[in-house]
């Protein structure tokens, strides 16, 4: 792996957890995250729904403005949406489509406990974590799902084949890891979980792409 502007340690999560939430707050209070509107950003769910029962339910893990939430409510799924951040979008989507949805505001390091689901989203959320954490990420990921239940993940990477993962910390202090496909995979067959499906969407951005797993809860 190649790390670029490494900035101080990584090697302790807590420190870095506020870094995140203070630059996803200003993010979005700056109407900075382009993410929201990104056209590759909405392929994700599609391809969960490809695998996703009628009817599931499914955990929206750092949902943002909730664009995804409100693709899989459409679909008729029922949604529950996790963030750092309380954006107020929240509160649309709650009036239109009342018990269907819930949300819950904290980092989802600390919702150990609660529910299991059908299927876990994470567009754009594991490739800001701590590296040193990601074990950690996924183990929670893994006891939110029901065994043999989806995570659908999009992550950092390039158009063209990366010859290894880049380690990048931004101005703001915030983490975003670029992956090739082989350690996607490594890394979610350690965390026990079954690879079937993998896509690579362009974005805009020249050279730039999200690479989008879907995978399975081993029993
Ligand atoms: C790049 S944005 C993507 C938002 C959304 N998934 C979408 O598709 O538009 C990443 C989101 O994850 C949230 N986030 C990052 N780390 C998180 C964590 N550990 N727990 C909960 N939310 C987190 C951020 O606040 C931000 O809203």
Do not use: K
């Not at 502007?5 to 506020?18: A, F, I």
């Not at 949805?101 to 150990?112: C, H, I, K, L, Q």
């Amino acid at each position: 792996m190649t790390t670029t502007n490494p900035g101080t340690s990584t090697s302790t999560g807590d420190p870095y957890r506020e870094v995140l939430r203070e630059a996803f707050v200003r993010r979005y209070e700056d109407g900075a995250d382009s993410w929201s509107e990104e056209p590759a950003m909405r392929e994700l769910v599609p391809l969960l729904c490809t695998e996703l029962a009628a009817g599931s339910t499914v955990i929206d893990i750092g949902a943002g403005r909730g664009r995804d939430t409100e693709l899989l409510l459409a679909a008729g799924h029922r949604v529950t949406a996790v963030d750092l951040v309380r954006l107020p979008d929240w509160d649309g989507i709650a009036r239109r489509h009342g018990a269907a949805v819930s949300f819950e505001t904290g980092n989802f390091a600390d919702m150990t406990g609660g529910r299991t689901f059908d299927a876990a989203v994470d567009n754009g959320v594991l490739h800001h974590q701590d590296p040193a954490g990601y074990a950690r990420y996924l183990a929670n990921v893994r006891r939110r799902l029901r065994p043999g239940g989806l995570l659908a993940v999009s992550l950092f990477t390039t158009a063209e084949e990366l010859a290894e993962g880049v380690l990048n910390r931004a101005e703001d202090g915030r983490l975003s890891r670029w992956f090739t496909e082989r350690e996607a995979r490594e890394l979610l067959a350690g965390a026990g979980f079954a690879v079937t499906a993998v896509r690579t969407v362009r974005r805009e951005l020249p050279g730039l792409a999200y690479l989008l797993v879907l995978a399975r809860r081993d029993a």
